[in-house]
C-alpha cells in the first residue's frame, strides 16, 4: 500500500479465515524514524469470524508505552517518507484451537504520487 506524506493510511486485521475469530493483543507500527505506536483502544478486541477491523493511522494509534524518546520525533505520523512496519500480534481461534500469532506487514509513505 502507498500512502502520500501527511495522509492517513487505512489498516486491518481480517478474521475471514478464522473459525473462531481472533482476539487484538498489540498492533504496533513502526515509523521509519524508529517511533513505535501502539493502537491501544484496540487491544482486547475481539473480531468475529469472517470480519475484519480497520484502524486509520496515525488517528487511532499513539507512542507506545516502551517507545525509545531519544529516537524518531516522538510523534505517530506519516510526515516521513520510508516503510513503516505493521506488527499485529493476536490470539487467534480455529477449530477451538487458539494460538497466538504475529502477523507482520508494512506500508510506504512517499511525497511522489504513482
Not at 41 to 48: D, E, N, Q, S
Amino acid at each position: 500500500m502507498l500512502v502520500a506524506v501527511n495522509q492517513s493510511a487505512q489498516l486491518a486485521i481480517d478474521a475471514a479465515d478464522l473459525s473462531d475469530g481472533a482476539t487484538v493483543r498489540q498492533w504496533l507500527v513502526r515509523e521509519p524514524d524508529g517511533d513505535q505506536c501502539v493502537a491501544g483502544r484496540l487491544a482486547g478486541i475481539t473480531i468475529p469470524p469472517g470480519r475484519r477491523l480497520t484502524a486509520s493511522y496515525p488517528e487511532d494509534f499513539q507512542l507506545a508505552p516502551d517507545d525509545n524518546p531519544d529516537q524518531g520525533d516522538n510523534r505517530c505520523g506519516t510526515a516521513l517518507e520510508g516503510t513503516y512496519g505493521i506488527d499485529v500480534s493476536a490470539a487467534a481461534g480455529f477449530a477451538r484451537v487458539v494460538t497466538v500469532d504475529r502477523f507482520i506487514d508494512r506500508f510506504d509513505v512517499s511525497a511522489e504520487r504513482r
